[in-house]
């Protein structure tokens, strides 16, 4: 059984940072593109950030470009989400997400293994 396991979430201040982490379980993911999502109280899963499979390539939604980064350990099957100068409107629960296939997407349809999400919760 895959399973993707979400870590680093929690409550901080606005402009503090935080770093999430997603480990896979039950295969590795080191040719498979990934990405992380987000979803806020009463509002739809959005797409956040993705990687391909060898770091190559990264793509971000305009909300979070230049205060997030995503980015991958393949040798640790593990791939990351440093979050920086967070803002109240970032709260939600991410999402770690993988694909079978090595391209970098937002598109949510794509992507065939989901973690059980992390708490994210920025104060002002």
């Known amino acids: 059984q895959v399973t993707l396991v979400e870590s680093g979430g929690g409550l901080v201040q606005a402009g503090d940072s935080l770093r999430l982490s997603c480990a896979p379980s039950?295969?590795?993911?080191?040719?498979?593109?990934m990405g992380w999502f987000r979803q806020a109280p009463g509002k739809e899963r959005e797409f956040v950030a993705t990687?391909?499979?060898?770091?190559?390539?990264?793509n971000y939604v305009d909300s979070v470009k230049g205060r997030f980064t995503i980015s991958r350990d393949n040798a640790k099957n593990t791939i990351y989400l440093q979050m920086n100068s967070l803002k109240p409107e970032d709260t939600a629960v991410y999402y770690c997400?993988?694909?079978?296939?090595?391209?970098?997407?937002?598109?949510?349809?794509?992507?065939?293994?989901w973690g059980q999400g992390t708490q994210v919760t920025v104060s002002s």
């Open positions: 997400a993988a694909r079978s296939g090595p391209l970098a997407t937002h598109i949510e349809g794509a992507y065939d293994y």
């Open positions: 039950g295969r590795t993911f080191r040719s498979s593109a």
């Open positions: 990687i391909n499979w060898n770091g190559g390539t990264t």
